[in-house]
């Protein structure tokens, strides 16, 4: 049974960083598509960035450089390093990791990150 757990969220200053790590348990990420979406009140879920197994590395254009992805196969966790954080409603930020087909993707519970002064 795969299972993903996500860490770092909180409360920043506009301006500020954060680090969210996602760690997924049962498999390894070496085989995984990976991605981080974000979801605030009343707003559908929405993709930041993503990872392919290959490699590949996609972001949203809201994220405009701020937030790169990186992966630690060896440690079966992803990182999202957010910069540069801009106030706003508070968002979840969720981990997904996708095996294959959509019926094998994982989510994890997803960490509240919250930019305000």
């Known amino acids: 049974q795969v299972q993903v757990v996500e860490s770092g969220g909180g409360l920043v200053q506009p301006g500020g960083s954060l680090r969210l790590s996602c760690t997924t348990s049962?498999?390894?990420?070496?085989?995984?598509?990976m991605a981080w979406y974000r979801q605030t009140p009343g707003a559908q879920r929405e993709l930041v960035a993503s990872i392919s197994r290959l490699g590949r590395l996609d972001y949203s254009d809201f994220v405009n450089g701020r937030f790169p992805l990186s992966r630690a196969i060896d440690e079966n966790t992803m990182y999202l390093h957010m910069n540069s954080l801009e106030p706003g409603a508070p968002g979840v930020y969720y981990c997904s990791s996708l095996y294959g087909a959509e019926r094998d993707r994982y989510w994890g519970r997803g960490p509240q990150v919250t930019v305000e002064s």
């Open positions: 049962g498999d390894s990420i070496d085989f995984a598509a």
